[in-house]
């Protein structure tokens, strides 16, 4: 099954779930998600937070992405999955972009308060003439007013960002908030946007979906939810869903078996159950073909019959 990516997947594993570890990430680690993002045709993989500052600290390479890990990163992320970092105006200039586009990076995203999006404009045309792409991503919306929302998606068109994201980070919003700001947005600016969501109301994958439909094309997620606070929205529950419903050609089986080999020490042994159930649920599964399937053959089997199927018309 080929389909036309709709929706562009952003892995936010090893920069968000390092809220969950202290950053402790080893590199083999981090090769690990991008080798998994890259098998499973995730189109960006952010590697961490670029803080040029602390590159002499080894101990927590998502925390500074020095040279050294992004070009031990590199070599993971062929051609499937572009790599990308997160920077702060407050451990950045704009001269520390220049060189990331040799490392494989294809995106740098900035975090921003509604009233300081101006001020990454040298930034985004820092990144941009390297070749690379710049989003702005406005945080905390839900202690933000519409009209604050709305003002700082113009000046990130203003600046020429290519994509602006709206971050529900302290996991809030419920789907109908999510879909009027969405809506509004969508009719205010042109350019591409995305959204961040948590779940700490388990309503990650809803308002990932309210956004989607207003059409926000960027969507951030990470394995099993890893992420501060109540977690991130699932990569493996959204993957499948985009899957199945031929919006994004993204395979699952490589996503869980990473999950299950690398995240095992912070989010239990429950995984493998936990991944079998949402797919399950996509395919609209019962318990006597969950019986017949697993009779006849391994959990790889149940991941495998989603990564071919297509959603019924």
């Known amino acids: 099954m080929k389909s036309a990516n709709k929706i562009t997947l952003l892995d936010v594993t090893l920069r968000d779930g390092g809220y969950v570890n202290s950053h402790s990430w080893?590199?083999?680690?981090?090769?690990?998600?991008?080798?998994?993002c890259e098998a499973a045709g995730v189109p960006?993989?952010?590697?961490?937070?670029?803080?040029?500052?602390?590159?002499g600290d080894d101990t927590a390479p998502s925390a500074s992405c020095s040279p050294r890990y992004l070009e031990a990163l590199q070599s993971e992320a062929e051609t499937g999955t572009g790599l990308v970092v997160m920077a702060h105006a407050k451990d950045t200039s704009p001269s520390d972009l220049a060189g990331l586009a040799r490392f494989g990076v294809r995106l740098v995203?900035?975090?921003v308060a509604p009233y300081s999006v101006q001020e990454l404009a040298p930034y985004a045309a820092a990144a941009q003439d390297a070749?690379?792409?710049?989003?702005?991503?406005?945080?905390?919306?839900?202690?933000l007013s519409e009209q604050d929302i709305l003002s700082a998606a113009l000046e990130a068109e203003k600046i020429s960002a290519d994509v602006f994201y709206l971050a529900d980070s302290n996991g809030s919003m419920f789907p109908d908030?999510?879909?009027?700001?969405?809506?509004?947005?969508?009719?205010?600016?042109?350019?591409?946007?995305?959204?961040?969501?948590?779940?700490?109301?388990?309503?990650?994958?809803?308002?990932?979906?309210?956004?989607?439909?207003?059409?926000?094309?960027?969507?951030?997620?990470?394995?099993?939810?890893?992420?501060?606070?109540?977690g991130n929205l699932a990569l493996e529950l959204i993957s499948a869903h985009l899957r199945f419903r031929q919006l994004c050609d993204v395979s699952v089986t490589p996503l869980v078996d990473s999950a299950v080999s690398l995240l095992t020490p912070w989010k239990g042994?429950?995984?493998?159950?936990?991944?079998?159930?949402?797919?399950?649920?996509?395919?609209d599964l019962n318990l006597e073909n969950l019986a017949e399937i697993r009779s006849a053959g391994s959990s790889s089997t149940l991941f495998s019959m989603l990564d071919s199927a297509a959603a019924p018309c």
């Open 26 to 36: 080893t590199v083999g680690q981090a090769q690990g998600v991008v080798r998994a």
């Open 44 to 55: 960006f993989t952010e590697v961490g937070y670029l803080r040029p500052s602390r590159h």
């Open 109 to 111: 995203r900035m975090p």
């Open 131 to 143: 070749g690379m792409r710049f989003s702005v991503n406005l945080i905390r919306i839900s202690e």
């Open 177 to 230: 908030g999510v879909s009027g700001i969405t809506r509004h947005v969508r009719d205010t600016v042109s350019i591409k946007l995305g959204f961040h969501a948590h779940d700490g109301l388990s309503l990650g994958f809803a308002n990932a979906l309210a956004a989607m439909d207003n059409g926000f094309e960027y969507i951030d997620a990470s394995l099993c939810g890893m992420g501060k606070g109540g």
């Open 269 to 283: 042994d429950q995984i493998l159950s936990r991944c079998e159930s949402i797919v399950s649920g996509i395919l």
